[in-house]
């Protein structure tokens, strides 16, 4: 079944620096990939996603990339804001798996003012 | 999105008791899912709540253990059944959205601490 490894697990910048979390999938069948973004206490939101049938996406600081031939996608934060910081989960919809979604492991992001 | 509200928030609970959470949708959904979240850890999928017919659930999860309720397409409870410490957790319900293309959106959670 599908399998998300996200990477990397902590991560800590600057203010005003970008931020990389990758993660890669298993099953060549997944075709939508959403981000999520989890404040301390309080619910999963979704923030940007990306289908199969593109490369990338953008929505003002954040964009996603995907690279389906080597099964990784990413999530890039431009111009890092302390508000940024919060745990961020991708995930994967396991198409061969009844259509749900299988989440990565979660990176803690700390910006720093 | 849909509205979804959760109760209870949080709540405390002695070993051995069992616990319901109820979920709420201001718009009829044809699947709900709840979820498990473990301190620290990522969301993991308990099984998914079809309205008239039995929930399916996720290898490592029972019915025994985490009966599902669905009488409408607005409403579900997931219930955790002889609670043990290792039960402490977030449980979230879950909805997909109007494309159709597997987003999920999730509600507030509930937080169980069991003692």
């Known amino acids: 079944g599908e399998n998300v490894e996200q990477h990397p697990s902590t991560l800590s910048v600057q203010e005003g620096d970008s931020a990389v979390i990758k993660c890669t999938y298993s099953d060549s069948a997944s075709n939508y990939f959403p981000w999520y973004k989890q404040e301390l206490g309080k619910r999963p939101q979704l923030i940007i996603d990306i289908r199969s049938n593109v490369g990338e996406k953008k929505d003002q600081r954040i964009a996603v990339t995907l690279n389906k031939t080597a099964k990784h996608f990413s999530l890039h934060i431009t111009e890092t804001q302390p508000e940024d910081s919060a745990v961020y989960f991708c995930a994967a919809l396991a198409y061969n798996q009844g259509g749900k979604l299988i989440f990565g492991q979660g990176t803690e992001l700390s910006v720093k003012p | 999105s849909a509205v979804i509200s959760q109760k209870p928030s949080r709540d405390i609970c002695q070993r051995g008791t069992s616990l319901t959470i109820q979920c709420q949708v201001d718009s009829q959904v044809t699947m709900m899912f709840w979820y498990r979240q473990q301190p620290g850890q990522s969301l993991t999928l308990i099984a998914t709540?079809?309205?008239?017919?039995?929930?399916?659930?996720e290898s490592g999860f029972v019915i025994d253990k985490f009966p599902i309720s669905r009488p409408n397409l607005t409403f579900s409870t997931l219930t955790v059944s002889n609670m043990s410490p290792e039960d402490s957790s977030i449980y979230l319900c879950?909805?997909?959205?109007?494309?159709?293309?597997?987003?999920?959106?999730f509600g507030e959670g509930s937080r169980l601490t069991v003692l």
């Open positions: 879950s909805v997909g959205g109007t494309s159709g293309f597997g987003e999920l959106f």
């Open positions: 709540a079809n309205q008239g017919s039995e929930a399916t659930y």
